[in-house]
Each structure stands twice: as structure tokens, then as C-alpha cells.
């Protein structure tokens, strides 16, 4: 008999507690990893969506916006849970993509995180993630990437 469990389970929690506030790494794809974020205005909309995250007491971190996904780190510290934090900025972006590309559905379901724990260096994370455009062959030196950046500053404890 299978169970569908509506809340974590209680271990979980002393397990999330530890970790307070949570750091995340999180991935957003794009649907089909169609090639439709790397341009300025949805560089422009993730900046707007994540400078005003402060007020729902969520801090973007470092991101990088390659054409078919979105890393970033975000701590959350209020009671916004990380689902609906992803969903908004889906929903920012799609608001933003819609005149351009005209298809109904423009992100993969779901997204992937990772809560960073003490022993991990989000240093470390960074510099493997905002080398995915010198990887991608999008450009010879990270640097140049032009969709990347820091929103706020997370000091890893």
C-alpha cells in the first residue's frame, strides 16, 4: 500500500532546521530546452523579479541565464516556501516571453534544488556553474558572458 505524503515527514524537518535560513541551488529548464532566455529583456525581467524577492525576504545570490535554463543560488529566510519562489519567476519571465514566442508553454514542470549544507562551498558551486557558457561555447572567457551576475550577497555560514 502506497502512501502520498501531503507534508515532510517529521525527520525531515531537524534535518531542514539545521539549515536556517536554507541556501539553495535551484535550475529552472525551459521546455524542450528550447533556447528562448538569452536576451536582454528576460535578463532584464529575472533582474527586476529577483531585487524585488528582498521584499518577500528572499535573496538571489549569484545566477547565470544560459539560452535553455537558469541556475541560481537564493536563500529564503521568510515564509515564501521555494515552489512558490520558482513558480513567480517562471511566471514573470513567461509574462515577458510571451509576445515574442507565441507558444503556450514555454518551462519544463517542476525545477531542480539542492539545499546546500556546511560542508558544501558555494564558492566551489559557483565557479562549476558560471563556467556553463565557456563549456557551452557560448563564449571563450566567462567573464564575457553578458547574463550573469549577484544580486545580493549570501555569506555562506
Same mark, same amino acid.
Given at each position: 500500500?502506497?502512501?502520498?505524503?501531503? &507534508?515532510?515527514?517529521?525527520?525531515?524537518?531537524?534535518?531542514? *532546521?539545521?539549515?536556517?535560513?536554507?541556501?539553495?541551488?535551484?535550475?529552472?529548464?525551459?521546455? @524542450?530546452? @528550447?533556447?528562448i532566455? +538569452?536576451?536582454?529583456?528576460?535578463? !532584464?525581467? %529575472?533582474?527586476?523579479?529577483?531585487?524585488r524577492?528582498? *521584499?518577500?525576504?528572499?535573496?538571489?545570490?549569484?545566477?547565470?541565464i544560459? /539560452? +535553455?535554463?537558469?541556475?541560481?543560488?537564493v536563500?529564503?529566510?521568510? !515564509?515564501?516556501?521555494? #515552489?512558490?519562489?520558482?513558480?513567480?519567476? &517562471?511566471q514573470r519571465?513567461? %509574462?515577458?516571453?510571451k509576445?515574442?514566442?507565441?507558444?503556450? #508553454? %514555454?518551462?519544463?514542470p517542476? %525545477?531542480? +534544488?539542492?539545499?546546500?549544507?556546511? #560542508? *558544501?562551498?558555494?564558492?566551489?558551486?559557483?565557479?562549476?556553474?558560471?563556467q @556553463?557558457?565557456?563549456?557551452?561555447k557560448?563564449?571563450?572567457c566567462?567573464? @564575457?558572458w /553578458?547574463y550573469?551576475? !549577484?544580486?545580493?550577497?549570501?555569506?555562506?555560514?
Amino acid at each position: 500500500m502506497s502512501r502520498i505524503f501531503r &507534508k515532510r515527514p517529521a525527520r525531515l524537518f531537524r534535518v531542514f *532546521e539545521c539549515y536556517q535560513p536554507p541556501l539553495y541551488f535551484v535550475t529552472v529548464c525551459t521546455r @524542450n530546452r @528550447n533556447k528562448i532566455l +538569452d536576451n536582454p529583456g528576460v535578463h !532584464e525581467a %529575472f533582474l527586476d523579479y529577483a531585487s524585488r524577492a528582498v *521584499e518577500r525576504q528572499c535573496a538571489v545570490g549569484k545566477y547565470v541565464i544560459m /539560452p +535553455d535554463h537558469i541556475h541560481l543560488f537564493v536563500r529564503i529566510s521568510g !515564509e515564501v516556501p521555494l #515552489s512558490q519562489f520558482v513558480r513567480l519567476l &517562471k511566471q514573470r519571465l513567461t %509574462f515577458h516571453l510571451k509576445p515574442k514566442a507565441g507558444q503556450a #508553454s %514555454f518551462w519544463q514542470p517542476g %525545477f531542480f +534544488d539542492h539545499l546546500l549544507r556546511s #560542508s *558544501e562551498s558555494y564558492s566551489q558551486k559557483w565557479i562549476y556553474v558560471c563556467q @556553463n557558457p565557456v563549456r557551452a561555447k557560448l563564449v571563450t572567457c566567462q567573464g @564575457n558572458w /553578458p547574463y550573469q551576475g !549577484e544580486i545580493v550577497r549570501i555569506d555562506r555560514v
